[in-house]
């Protein structure tokens, strides 16, 4: 059973549910390792680059920095296998284990509980997407209300998820080359090498710029995004970048009346004691289909 509010109100200002302590923890340490990872991988890559030589020897040096290197892809590696068992561990929890009790478990109900998970890509991604484009191009004037997950989310989700499949692969054939070239050729070492520097720059790059502008210097959230140290997001960016999810909250908490309009524009709400924190879960209350 949840022990955390799907919705707080604190000052007057309402802040929606959106990741448990453990997938912060997750978040926090995948971010710490690959921060390290950078640093000390890219001035290999990069080594005639005039920053190479200054930051590599933070680390230490030839002697200390690829043992850190390892070290942080030791974590990364790790993390992973525990983000599986997770991801196991909540099919079974949320998934399964309920469906059982309810006498509803069948493959093609898991199936399409699984395809329909909020965290998998979905047609309504590309809709949002075409949505978003006719936005830019002032073709319309209605922003697309995404769901709990938009579709850049997603993609920050999947497109780390798979490059860490590669990174890690990649990285112990080269840290166990002896062992790797006893069974292979030795060319599957350079072929490694290529990968996991080429697939390091594509996911620095990626997370750097993309990922880091949309959580932290977008206007929107400057400078820093909180929720991944929160679980919170504010209201006023659930109703630009989670609308339809928005909605979905208001209605389900009987707060239909306080809902905001797409443009962000308040309606009636009652007033908020200064200071005053109320938090409300919406399984304890009456649902509106």
Avoid: C
Wanted: proline letters at 6%.
């Amino acid at each position: 059973m949840k022990n955390r509010p799907d919705i707080k109100i604190k000052n007057g200002k309402k802040y929606f549910f959106k990741f448990t302590a453990l997938q912060r923890a997750q978040h926090i340490t995948i971010a710490a390792s690959v921060i390290v990872l950078t640093l000390t991988g890219m001035p290999l890559k990069f080594r005639d680059a005039f920053w190479a030589q200054p930051v590599y020897a933070f680390f230490g040096g030839i002697k200390v920095a690829p043992v850190v290197h390892k070290i942080a892809g030791t974590v990364l590696l790790l993390l992973f296998a525990f983000h599986l068992i997770y991801i196991v561990y909540s099919i079974f929890a949320d998934l399964i284990i309920p469906l059982k009790r309810k006498g509803q478990l069948k493959l093609g109900t898991v199936i399409k509980s699984l395809v329909t998970h909020p965290i998998m890509p979905s047609f309504k991604d590309v809709k949002d997407i075409i949505d978003l484009l006719k936005y830019l191009l002032f073709l319309t004037d209605k922003r697309p209300g995404g769901d709990k997950f938009t579709w850049k989310e997603k993609f920050d989700y999947w497109a780390p998820f798979w490059g860490i499949v590669i990174m890690v692969s990649t990285g112990l054939v080269m840290w166990q080359k002896e062992l790797v070239t006893r069974y292979l050729p030795g060319e599957v070492i350079n072929l490694a090498l290529i990968a996991h520097s080429d697939e390091a720059l594509l996911a620095a790059l990626f997370l750097f710029i993309w990922h880091f502008y949309n959580v932290h210097f977008s206007t929107s959230v400057f400078p820093m995004g909180t929720v991944f140290l929160t679980g919170y997001l504010p209201e006023h960016l659930m109703v630009e970048e989670h609308y339809d999810y928005y909605q979905k909250v208001m209605k389900a908490a009987g707060l239909e009346d306080e809902m905001l309009a797409p443009d962000g524009s308040p309606g009636e709400k009652p007033e908020k004691k200064p200071g005053a924190t109320t938090e409300i879960t919406i399984a304890d209350l009456p649902r509106v289909s």
